[in-house]
């Protein structure tokens, strides 16, 4: 799937594989909200290659669409929308 921007930079915490999106200051953060959104490929290349690089706090850092008219950044797929607003099932606590 090509990807269209703009995008946002996710990855999923190493310690609780929870999700997370990078900020402007290379922070990870849980909130979509404060994801820095990116308009082209030449400013996302090198921020996705430092995202790689950061092994102990993230995995698997990706690029994701998003909505370009919206206010804050708003996921376009399914997927990510699920992401950002949790599980859609109860989890299971150990006894």
Known sequence: ???HFPVVLSA???SSGAP???TPDRKWTRDLSAAEVF???ETLDPVLAWAR?????VCDPYAF???GKAAQPTPI???ERIRASGPTVGLARAS
């Open 1 to 3: 799937m090509a990807l």
């Open 39 to 41: 308009t082209a490929a």
């Open 65 to 67: 669409s998003v909505d």
């Open 53 to 57: 690089s950061q092994e102990a706090t």
């Open 77 to 79: 797929s399914a997927r």
């Open 12 to 14: 999923s915490l190493t």
């Open 20 to 22: 997370v999106y990078l």
